[in-house]
């Protein structure tokens, strides 16, 4: 009992940092704002393309 009530404090108290750095965090951002900027380019080019269609 005593080991595990050692690893559940050890597990409590240890200050490891296993999320994301600050980077990746800006990176995944931009990445995001990137690729929504293609999509709404995109989106806008096919609505113009759809709209001069000739029709009749």
Same mark, same amino acid.
Do not use: C
């Given at each position: 009992?005593?080991?595990? &009530?050692?690893? /559940?404090?050890? !597990?409590?108290l240890s200050r490891r940092d296993d999320g994301y750095s600050t980077e &990746?965090?800006? /990176?995944?951002? !931009?990445l995001v704002g990137v690729a929504a900027a293609v999509g709404g380019g995109l989106l806008l080019y096919v609505q113009e393309r759809i709209a001069a269609l000739p029709t009749g």
């Open positions: 009992m005593q080991r595990i &009530t050692a690893y /559940l404090s050890s !597990l409590l &990746t965090v800006i /990176l995944t951002a !931009l």
